[in-house]
């Protein structure tokens, strides 16, 4: 009678201000860091051990007993021990029968089993409720209060009156649940921890490569043609000027690519004429990580600001201007100021820091403090019509910088373009297509399918 009289106090909301009792089964780091902070919310904490000695690193005010006898003593039992361990759970399945068992374990590698962790305790313990959480928090966020980490603990399980009472310790603990639903989505949850910057990994393998294509393009036209060709050892240009030319270029293509899978939906929509359709694979992920892709081209212009800043420092830089004093000195002429070139100048800098100015708006309004204050209305128009301004501008700064060697054939060293003739592929294609998309023949039929019209309607009325 004392055993059921037990077990079914899991489920009995705690009206009084007194907070229940967990049991922590485990006295690792996390079990450790857990008990902690839970004793510091105010939770009596019961660890379950093999050994009944105190340790010194176990919390002070909390109690060490037997996993039986542990058990005994409170309704939610978090069990803080690897899976290969979780058999000796099946002696206890009279003492669990009906118990809330929170599994927080996490594996060495993405989908390690067939089941998850979680999954696999509730075959083993099928009277008990389990719950998986708290594998999303590390030891050293509860250690440091989570002012410096996420506060997000998800939470996923069978039963909802089990989940109800682990979320509320979860907020008890000045931590966010966020209930993910049933106990399948247990694999996605333990996988989460293992994967590392998941939505940037496409963003950021694409970047090296086109970054080495562009150091090696420049590297072969301004540093080997020089040297084979004029006998000139430009090596040093390694450092500062194939670096400058690489950034700006890697800027503008990425730039470009956030904005082309855009262009690629509204062609496929309007061949199709409907928007209840699925995009390619290739295409849904690209545009999942347009966010990245940006903020990584942001990062390249911003060197490419800083690189341009220094330059004037570099000896290369004054070691040309004292000749061409010189040369003018002992010429015994002075070259008059060149207007057009002069405007040419100005205008192509005014670009490219209106430009830079425009995106990095852009950068800031994708922080999740900023996107969450605008509604969506606000974020379309940042992100759309600011966006397109910025490629605008930026990609009239290269073409005005370079526009003159466009017809030039020295401009093309061993028969190839320049790199920022390449940089303008990308832009120029995104911003020609833009302009034919957004022509009222073309936009009116667009804007039909994406509220909802159908060419050719698979259900008529």
Not at 26 to 34: E, H
Not at 416 to 445: E, F, G, Q, S
Request: aromatic fraction near 12%; glycine fraction near 6%; include cysteine.
């Amino acid at each position: 009678m004392s055993k059921n009289s037990s077990n079914t106090m899991a489920l009995v909301p705690n009206t009084s201000n007194k907070r229940e009792t967990v049991c922590i089964f485990g006295t690792g780091d996390f079990g450790r860091a857990l008990g902690h902070k839970m004793i510091q919310s105010g939770y009596p904490v019961v660890y379950g051990s093999r050994s009944t000695q105190i340790s010194n690193l176990i919390p002070k005010d909390a109690e060490v007993l037997g996993h039986a006898e542990a058990a005994q003593k409170a309704a939610i039992i978090i069990i803080a021990i690897q899976r290969q361990y979780y058999n000796f759970l099946t002696k206890l399945a009279d003492v669990l029968h009906g118990k809330v068992l929170v599994d927080i374990s996490n594996n060495l590698k993405l989908n390690q089993y067939p089941e998850s962790n979680a999954e696999y305790l509730a075959q083993l313990l099928p009277g008990s409720k389990v719950v998986k959480g708290f594998n999303t928090v590390s030891a050293w966020a509860l250690q440091s209060g989570t002012l410096d980490a996420s506060r997000q603990v998800f939470i996923c399980g069978d039963d909802v009156e089990a989940k109800q009472l682990v979320m509320n310790i979860v907020r008890g603990l000045g931590l966010t649940p966020v209930d993910k639903g049933s106990l399948l989505a247990a694999q996605e949850i333990e996988n989460y921890p293992l994967q590392l910057f998941p939505t940037w990994k496409f963003p950021i393998f694409l970047s090296l490569g086109l970054g080495l294509f562009f150091f090696f393009y420049c590297l072969a036209l301004d540093v080997i043609y020089t040297y084979i060709y004029e006998n000139n050892n430009f090596s040093f240009f390694i450092a500062i000027t194939v670096p400058n030319q690489v950034f700006p270029a890697m800027a503008l293509t990425l730039f470009g690519l956030v904005y082309l899978p855009g262009i690629f939906a509204a062609i496929i929509q309007l061949y199709r004429g409907t928007k209840y359709r699925r995009f390619p694979d290739w295409l849904d992920k690209w545009m999942l990580c347009r966010k990245q892709l940006g903020l990584i081209a942001l990062a390249f212009a911003a060197l490419h600001a800083v690189f341009t800043l220094v330059t004037p420092l570099r000896a290369f830089s004054s070691w040309r201007t004292s000749k061409q004093i010189i040369s003018q000195v002992l010429n015994n002429q002075t070259e008059p100021l060149d207007h057009t070139n002069a405007w040419l100048n100005d205008s192509y800098l005014a670009l490219g820091m209106l430009g830079f100015f425009v995106f990095v708006l852009l950068g800031i309004s994708s922080l999740p403090s900023v996107s969450n204050s605008v509604n969506w209305r606000e974020f379309r128009f940042i992100q759309s019509k600011l966006g397109y301004l910025a490629l605008t501008l930026c990609t009239a700064h290269t073409l005005i910088y370079g526009g003159k060697w466009f017809l030039n054939p020295e401009a093309y060293k061993w028969y190839l373009p320049d790199i920022y003739m390449l940089a303008l592929v990308v832009p120029c294609t995104v911003l020609v297509a833009k302009c034919v998309l957004i022509l009222p023949c073309v936009d009116k039929p667009l804007t039909k399918i994406r509220q909802g019209w159908e060419r050719n309607p698979r259900y008529s009325e």
